[in-house]
């Protein structure tokens, strides 16, 4: 077996519920990229269908084998091994709804972040605290919520370029937490154990403040660094 293939099948499957945008689909294409298997899931099997045919056309141009491949969401979150969500806020909880069953037993990375429009500009957290709290209501103790990925500006996932931002990652489980980092790391960014998941509120409010600083200073998606240098592992 070639030397690839042998990590590819190392590695877990991630499903990507929602990956039509800007964040599921530069997500997926650089996961891909790494050598991750990639079932993007939508609300209709043509849709997902698309939405992967779309990523594929992407790896084609950067010389990489065409290996995502795309369906409904639940028929993709049975498959995943790890499931991202990156559905607009509006939709995560029927999302979720349709799809727990599928989610018994495995981490679910909720990218969702509580924009309400038209004042996306201004912090509008959920009564339930965050939306990923609403997340581990919905599904239950059976799957490990973690929260990531609402600081990165998503149209930078499109760019060849690395991205310069660092990710905050909240979850009530350690270990959870630690392997979405490593798929953070697998991007070339650096993640950071950001605590509990209520904790993710933090990152979901700061998402409008990096919207209001965007409009204010012309800056093509601001993100943010965690400044100074560990001393001691997580």
């Not at 679910?108 to 209501?137: F, M, N, S, W, Y």
Request: aromatic share 2%.
């Amino acid at each position: 077996m070639p030397e690839n293939e042998s990590t590819s099948s190392s590695l877990p499957t991630l499903a990507m519920l929602g990956a039509t945008g800007d964040l599921g689909g530069g997500l997926a294409r650089r996961w891909a990229a790494a050598g991750y298997t990639i079932v993007i899931g939508s609300r209709s099997r043509e849709k997902g269908a698309g939405s992967a045919a779309d990523v594929n056309e992407q790896l084609r141009g950067l010389g990489m084998p065409e290996t995502v491949r795309g369906t409904d969401n639940l028929t993709a979150a049975r498959q995943g091994d790890v499931v991202v969500l990156t559905v607009p806020y509006a939709f995560q909880r029927a999302t979720l709804e349709g799809v727990g069953e599928a989610l018994q037993g495995k981490i679910l990375i909720d990218c969702t972040v509580p924009l309400v429009p038209p004042k996306v500009a201004r912090v509008q957290l959920p009564d339930e605290g965050c939306a990923a709290v609403i997340a581990q209501e919905v599904l239950g103790p059976g799957v490990r919520v973690v929260s990531a990925f609402q600081n990165v500006g998503a149209a930078h996932l499109r760019e060849e370029d690395a991205v310069d931002c660092d990710v905050l990652v909240t979850g009530d489980d350690p270990s959870a937490r630690a392997e979405v980092i490593e798929l953070i790391e697998a991007l070339g960014m650096r993640g950071w154990h950001a605590g509990p998941l209520d904790n993710a509120a933090a990152a979901e409010a700061l998402t409008s403040v990096l919207i209001q600083l965007n409009r204010k200073y012309g800056i093509a998606g601001a993100g943010i660094r965690i400044t100074g240098e560990p001393t001691r592992a997580p």
